[in-house]
């Protein structure tokens, strides 16, 4: 076996092993493609693809901005921006949505309609940062989301990702799939979820890359990736992950039947050209401090501490 897929693999039985999480459904392939998938995702295709609720007041509509990755039934982690975007409220995580102008969605699948429940909006008791969160550098760029109400899980509409075992090496031909409502400048926010196959850019290219547009110094709480597209690919030379800031970076195992969280989109260059990478909080090396903490708040839920 690959030595890499037998890393991958010890670090799936390390996920299965943590009873915290729900292991037996966490990071689900519906379609159990490793390779080839389209650029529109498909329903139910990422049933842990959040949308984050901003609401100045009761009296005025919520908006929606960014993105968010569930976990858990009880939580959902993003970037810290988008958990607090110009200082509005982040009132609740959407889960299970699809086509973002649609009341009901519906799709054919093997020539019949299926329909997803409604949207599950969860308010969201209170966010927990990451204490070695540095703005300046955008070092540990994470936010755990609690929720008062846990997700409703017994639909396969609404499930978690997989957290990956600690430091679990990447190489530059891991699948890697990046999901959520993106755009362009000109073609506006999709409404609906696009996927796109993304690569590993070695820090020394990434910086490379950006030191253009912006200057960072990355930190190992962070790793670049760039759109890893077909060199004929028919899509518009404008596209991007404009708004796609906090989405879920997800890793496929050898089998094409489960994702794990690896990475979050933390820092892009607006209007990027196709090679220009963007910047992903890692997951990976920041895992152990998920896991601990959501440990410490469900004691805290259950009375035990």
């Known amino acids: ?32 493609e490793t390779i080839r998938r389209p650029t529109l995702a498909r329903l139910r295709e990422f049933p842990w693809l959040a949308r984050l609720g901003y609401q100045k007041s009761p009296d005025v509509a919520p908006e929606f901005h960014f993105h968010g990755t569930l976990i858990h039934r009880y ?27 649609d009341e009901k969605d519906c799709q054919e699948f093997d020539g019949e309609e299926i329909c997803a429940p409604p949207p599950q909006d969860i308010p969201v008791l209170y966010v927990v940062k990451h204490p070695e969160h540095n703005r300046p550098r955008m070092s540990h760029d994470l936010v755990l989301v609690k929720f008062q109400q846990p997700a409703d899980l017994t639909t396969e ?19 890697l799939f990046l999901s959520a409502w993106c755009g362009s400048v000109k073609t506006g926010i999709s409404v609906v979820p696009r996927q796109y196959r993304m690569q590993l850019a070695p820090t020394a290219v990434c910086t490379e890359k950006l030191s253009p547009h912006i200057s960072i110094t990355l930190h190992e709480s962070e790793f670049c990736a760039a759109l890893d597209l077909p060199k004929d690919s ?24 489960r994702f794990q969280l690896v990475g979050m989109t933390s820092v892009g260059v607006k209007n990027a ?33």
Not at 291 to 301: I, P
């Open 273 to 305: 050209a196709r090679d220009v990478p963007y910047v992903f909080t890692n997951v990976l090396q920041l895992s152990d401090w998920l896991r601990s903490t959501v440990n410490r708040e469900e004691q805290k839920r259950a009375g035990k501490l």
């Open 75 to 101: 939580y959902a982690v993003t970037t810290v921006f988008a958990a607090d975007y110009l200082g509005k409220s982040l009132m609740f995580v959407r889960l299970g949505d699809y086509h973002t102008s």
């Open 1 to 32: 076996m690959n030595v890499l897929w037998m890393v991958l693999f010890a670090g799936f039985v390390g996920v299965l092993g943590d009873d915290i999480f729900d292991a037996e459904s966490c990071g689900s392939s519906f379609y159990n």
């Open 157 to 175: 509409y609404v499930q978690p990702i997989c957290l990956p075992s600690p430091n679990l090496p990447l190489s530059e031909d891991a699948p």
């Open 234 to 257: 028919t899509l518009p030379k404008e596209v991007s992950l404009r708004g796609s800031t906090g989405a879920p970076l997800q890793m496929l195992d050898r089998t094409g039947k």
